[in-house]
C-alpha cells in the first residue's frame, strides 16, 4: 500500500469531555464497537485531508474552535501545539531527573536548547475518536498522535505521553503534576488505568521501525510495557496491527497543515522523515482501566532508552472525559424567589454528573452557614448516595427561616475521583483539587415587607358632631407603602376595611389608579361608611385594614411577626369618633316687683317719756324687717335728737327687690318696732313679757305684695 492511500472508516458522533467529571470504565469483556486503528483516521503520513474520502485529518482540527467533522470525534488539543525552534522555544529538559522513569514532579524545564536539530520538536497533535454508534454499550477509545520536527538528519526517538492528570509548567523550571499510576477498584473508588507512553522513531528514511505502549504503574519499575498484538507497526501495510500503528512521511516534500519551516528544505513542505503520526486503541489495550486523560506531551531523546535523559517537549491540554459535573440551583440569583419578610425559603442544588467517572462523596456546601445542604434523591442504581454515578443528578437542599433580607447563597459541588481529588470549583488546580467551572452556583432570595398604614383625620366624620338619629360618613384611607422586591410583587389584593361597629361597613370610594382592583405600592384608597347613632354620646369607630398577599392577610393583630396567615402590621388600625347630642329644655316664666317698704315708728305713749335706740346711737336700729335688710331712717326726729320722744314719728325706708312665683302668690314682709325705755325695757312686739322686754303688741305690722303669674 503506498503512502498515499487512505483509510477511513464512518464514525458516529461522540461527546467530547471537556468538562470535569467522568469517564467510562473498560472491562476485559470484548468491545461492541472494535476497530482497525487506522480505519478511523488518515493515518498516511501527511497531515492534510484527502478530498476524495471523508473523513478527518489532521488538517480538519486546525484551529482553536475547529472539530472534528467525522461521527465519532471526542476531543483533540491545541492544533497544533507549536515549540518552535530556538530562539523561540523556551521549553527544553533540563536536570538528571527528567526520564521517562521519574516522576513528573521530578521533571525540571530550561528554556537553554539541549536538543540536537534532530531531535527539536516544532509541533505536537494529538486527537480522540470513539468507535460505533453512540448508543453503543462498549465503544472503543482511538488517540492519535503525531509530531514535526525541525531537521530530519538522523534517527530521533520520539515519545506521546498521555497523562490522566493535569500536568503544567511552573515558572520556577518544574513541572506541576504527578503519574497516575494503575489501581485496581478499591471500595467505592472504580478501577482505573495510569498513564500511557508510547514511543516511535523518526527513522530517518523509512516510514516507521517500532513503537512501543507503556502504562505507569508505579513503584520501583513504574514503567511496565504493554503486549500491543501481532502485526506490523506500520499503519501503511495492509497486515498492521490493529490495535497501534505509526507511519512518518517517506516521500519529499509534503504539504503541511500549518506552519512550519524545516533546517533544509522548503517553508510549509516537509522533508522525508520530518513528520510522525500514529494511533493506539486504549480499549483494547488497557484492559480494566478507563479511557480519561488530561494532558498530552511529546517528547524527544537521543536514545532509545526510557532511562535517557530527555531533550525537547511540547506540552497541552487533552481533555478527554475529565471529571465534569454542573451545579444548578433554584431559585437561581437571577430569578429568585420572593418571601415575606420573616419567612422560610428551601433553596435546591442539583448536582448532575455530566462525564464518564463516578464521583465518591457528593457533597454541596454553601457560604452561608445557616444553609447546609442535605442529600434528597437522585441516586438510581444499588449505590448510596456516597457515589455519584455518571448521567446520574443528586437533588440537595436546604430551609432558610425567618428571613429579614435578601439573601444571595453561593453553592460548591464537590465529588471525589480516582485519584482522590476534589472535582470542585476553583481556578487553579492543585494536588488535592480538579477545577470545574460549572461546580458553583447561586440561589436567591428576595425578601419583601409587606406593610399599610390605615389613617383617618380629625375630620374624618363628617359632621364630626350630629343629633341622635342623624347620619355622619366615616373615611378611612388605606396607603401601601411596603418595601423591598418589585411594586408588583408588593400589590395588595384585595384592600378592603373591617370595622367594631355593626352599622359601618366600609366601601371603596376612590384612589385604584394603576393596576385594577390591586392596592398598589405608593397608592391610597379611600374607603367610607355611614352610621345613624340613635342615642346621645360618643361614638368611636375602631377600623382595621386588610390586603391580601401570597397567601396571608396584611393586618394588624396583637403580636407582630409572621404567621401562618397574617403580616402583622400595628398601623393597620385607627379610629374615628363622632359626638352625638339629644338636647331637651324646659321654659319657666317668673316675675320680680322693685319695693320700697316705708315704716313709720310712733311714741304714742303720752306720758312724757322718751325711747333711746336699741342700738345706742344708731337711729336704724328702731325697725327690724324679715324680709328686707337695710332698713335706714329717713326723718322725724324733731326736738331731742337721737331719741324717739313723746309724740314724735319717725320714718323708715327699705327698698328691696322681690322675685315673684312660679304661680300667683303674694310675699310678706314683717316688721317689728324696737324702742328702749327708761326702765332699760326693750319696747317691742311679744306676747308674753321676759326680762328686760316690755309687750307692746302694736310694735308689728306686715305688708303683702302679690305678683301674678300668668
Request: net charge negative.
Amino acid at each position: 500500500m503506498s503512502s498515499g492511500t487512505t483509510h477511513l472508516r464512518s464514525w458516529v458522533v461522540g461527546t467530547a469531555a471537556a468538562a470535569l467529571f467522568g469517564a467510562m470504565a473498560l472491562t476485559n469483556t470484548p468491545a461492541e464497537a472494535t476497530g482497525n486503528v487506522s480505519d478511523l483516521f488518515e493515518l498516511d503520513g501527511n497531515p492534510t485531508a484527502s478530498s476524495t474520502v471523508t473523513g478527518d485529518d489532521w488538517s480538519t482540527l486546525v484551529g482553536s474552535s475547529a472539530v472534528g467533522t467525522a461521527p465519532g470525534f471526542v476531543a483533540k488539543t491545541s492544533m497544533p501545539i507549536a515549540d518552535s525552534d530556538s530562539p523561540t522555544d523556551t521549553s527544553y529538559y533540563t536536570g538528571g531527573g527528567s526520564k521517562d522513569v521519574r516522576d513528573v514532579s521530578d521533571w525540571q524545564h530550561s528554556p537553554g536548547d539541549v536538543a540536537p536539530d534532530k531531535d527539536e520538536i516544532l509541533n505536537a497533535f494529538a486527537a480522540a475518536y470513539k468507535t460505533g454508534a453512540a448508543t453503543d454499550t462498549n465503544r472503543d477509545l482511538i488517540l492519535f498522535f503525531g509530531a514535526d520536527r525541525f531537521a530530519n538528519s538522523g534517527d530521533s526517538q520520539m515519545g506521546f505521553w498521555f497523562f490522566r492528570s493535569e500536568v503544567s509548567l511552573n515558572s520556577n523550571g518544574t513541572f506541576n503534576g504527578v503519574h497516575t499510576a494503575k489501581a485496581a477498584a478499591s471500595g467505592t473508588t472504580p478501577a482505573h488505568g495510569g498513564d500511557i507512553l508510547v514511543l516511535s522513531d523518526f527513522s530517518g528514511g523509512g516510514r516507521v521501525s517500532t513503537i512501543n505502549v507503556y502504562e505507569w504503574v508505579g513503584g520501583k519499575n513504574p514503567l511496565t510495557h504493554i503486549d500491543s498484538g501481532s502485526g506490523s507497526v506500520d499503519c501503511e501495510d495492509s497486515t498492521h496491527n490493529t490495535n497501534v500503528c505509526a507511519i512518518e512521511n517517506s516521500t519529499n516534500n509534503v504539504d503541511t497543515a500549518w506552519s512550519y519551516t524545516p533546517k533544509a528544505g522548503t517553508a510549509n513542505k516537509y522533508p522525508t522523515g520530518s513528520f510522525l503520526e500514529g494511533g493506539i486503541n486504549v480499549s483494547q489495550l488497557v484492559s480494566g482501566g478507563d479511557e480519561c486523560f488530561a494532558s498530552f506531551l511529546a517528547e524527544t531523546r537521543s536514545s532509545t532508552s526510557t532511562t535517557a535523559q530527555l531533550k525537547d517537549f511540547a506540552l497541552g491540554r487533552f481533555p478527554i472525559c475529565a471529571p465534569t459535573t454542573s451545579l444548578t440551583a433554584s431559585p437561581t440569583a437571577a430569578n429568585p424567589v420572593v418571601v415575606l419578610k420573616g419567612g422560610s425559603a428551601t433553596l435546591s442544588f442539583s448536582e448532575e454528573n455530566d462525564g464518564d467517572l463516578p464521583l465518591t462523596s457528593p457533597s454541596v456546601t454553601t457560604d452561608n452557614t445557616s444553609c447546609t445542604p442535605s442529600y434528597v434523591s437522585g441516586n438510581t442504581d444499588a449505590d448510596d448516595p456516597a457515589v455519584l454515578d455518571p448521567d446520574e443528578t443528586f437533588l440537595y437542599q436546604c430551609t432558610l427561616t425567618n428571613i429579614q433580607s435578601d439573601v444571595t447563597v453561593v453553592a460548591t459541588g464537590h465529588g471525589t475521583d480516582f485519584r482522590n481529588k476534589d472535582v470542585t470549583y476553583c481556578t487553579t488546580a492543585t494536588a488535592t483539587q480538579v477545577c470545574d467551572t460549572d461546580e458553583r452556583a447561586s440561589a436567591g432570595v428576595d425578601v419583601i415587607a409587606p406593610s399599610t398604614t390605615l389613617s383617618s383625620t380629625a375630620a374624618a366624620a363628617n359632621p364630626l358632631t350630629i343629633h341622635a338619629n342623624e347620619s355622619s360618613v366615616l373615611s378611612f384611607y388605606e396607603t401601601n407603602d411596603g418595601t423591598g422586591g418589585t411594586a408588583a410583587q408588593l400589590g395588595l389584593t384585595p384592600a378592603s376595611i373591617s370595622t367594631d361597629n355593626a352599622d359601618c361597613s366600609p366601601t371603596y370610594v376612590s384612589g385604584d389608579t394603576a393596576n385594577a382592583n390591586v392596592l398598589d405600592v405608593g397608592e391610597t384608597w379611600l374607603f367610607q361608611c355611614t352610621i345613624t347613632p340613635t342615642s346621645a354620646g360618643t361614638v368611636t369607630v375602631v377600623a382595621t385594614g386588610h390586603g391580601t398577599l401570597m397567601g396571608h392577610d396584611v393586618t394588624y393583630c396583637a403580636t407582630a411577626g409572621l404567621t401562618a396567615t397574617q403580616v402583622c402590621d400595628p398601623d393597620e388600625r385607627t379610629s374615628v369618633s363622632v359626638t352625638v347630642i339629644n338636647p331637651s329644655t324646659s321654659l319657666t316664666k317668673t316675675a320680680s316687683a322693685f319695693v320700697t317698704y316705708t315704716y313709720t315708728e310712733t311714741n304714742d305713749a303720752g306720758d312724757g317719756g322718751y325711747l333711746s335706740p336699741p342700738t345706742a346711737g344708731s337711729r336704724d336700729s328702731f325697725v327690724t324687717d324679715d324680709n328686707c335688710t337695710g332698713v335706714s331712717y329717713q326723718s322725724g326726729d324733731t326736738a331731742h335728737a337721737g331719741y324717739l320722744d313723746d309724740g314724735e314719728t319717725w320714718t323708715f325706708t327699705c327698698t328691696k327687690t322681690i322675685a315673684g312665683p312660679t304661680a300667683a302668690a303674694g310675699v310678706t314682709n314683717v316688721a317689728t318696732g324696737h324702742g328702749i325705755d327708761a326702765t332699760g325695757s326693750d319696747v317691742t312686739y311679744c306676747t308674753t313679757a321676759t326680762a328686760g322686754k316690755f309687750c307692746d303688741t302694736d310694735e308689728r305690722d306686715s305688708v303683702t305684695v302679690i305678683i301674678n303669674h300668668n
